[in-house]
């Protein structure tokens, strides 16, 4: 009996792009097109934007592309890169940006508290949080966790602005844990912090894999981002396919009613603009596979990727 020959299989993973991996299928094109719109000085904001397109289409690798061009500061160019952002070169804004992983949050009442100490850390990590200690004076101040502080209410000064927060209770749930009425009790001071934060720069937030999350859920990310669309400077990218997010809409409140149209009239009334990823031609992917290693792709899968793609 003859020997056995074994071959150790290759394979193309589908992991999102990492930002020093090169972009296929126009995603740097349509990356740098999206940045321009959110950094540009001419888009008014609050705004909101959807990447739509079905699991596997690289909506995750798009957002992340966009990310990355736009943590890039003013001036910061390379040989392979001419922008921020690419041809036709325009004074931009600074954008300061935040990942939110919205499906990893199981308990739906804290889903806004934990964007807002998402966004409260980014403001640590800016060194906003920490000026605002020197401003207290209080040498015990270093033991206090700051951004829990902030989720509760005292009164305080900083650069001629007012926080009501309180320094004794910073341990404790926020009302908001407690009550989910964050916004009745924390939007004034929190717009006063985040305009601090911001001067003339965006914030985005992206928003990646709406479609993973539970129907509850994903009305629940919805909400959340409906507070935010009343303050100027920030801008929220979501990565979801729109027909689960509308079916999600429609699970959620089936009992009020609301079905097709109507579900779609209110993601309308959230995401005002929806880029939708183009399905990929044949002769891109033809080229993408020829492009690979000839150790994952050889010739006889050229001649029939159609049938394994």
Partial sequence: MPKRKYQTPEILHDAPLTDKKTADFYFDDFAATLARLIASPNTETPLA????????SGKTSLLLR??????????????KEEHRFAEGKENFKNC????????????????????????????HKDGLINQFKAELNDPTQKNYDVVAMFLNAFEASFGGLKFKLDMQKHAEPSPFEKYAAFFDYFDEAFDMLLNTWLKNDTLVIFID???????S?????LEAIKLFLDKSGCVFVLGADTKIVQAAVETHYKNAGIT?????????????IRFDIPPIVEVAMENFLKAQDKTKVDEVMLTRWQALV
């Fill in 49 to 56: 934007i959807g990447i739509n397109g079905a699991w596997g």
């Fill in 66 to 79: 966009v990310k990355h061009m736009l943590d890039k500061p003013k001036g910061d160019s390379n040989k």
């Fill in 96 to 123: 300061k940006t935040i990942w939110f992983d919205a499906w990893k949050y199981n308990d739906e009442d804290k889903l806004l508290v934990a964007l807002v100490r998402v966004i409260l850390h980014a403001m």
């Fill in 209 to 215: 894999d709406l479609d993973r999350c539970l129907p």
């Fill in 217 to 221: 859920k994903t009305v629940q990310v």
């Fill in 260 to 272: 097709g149209e109507s579900a779609k009239d209110y993601l309308g009334k959230i995401i005002q």
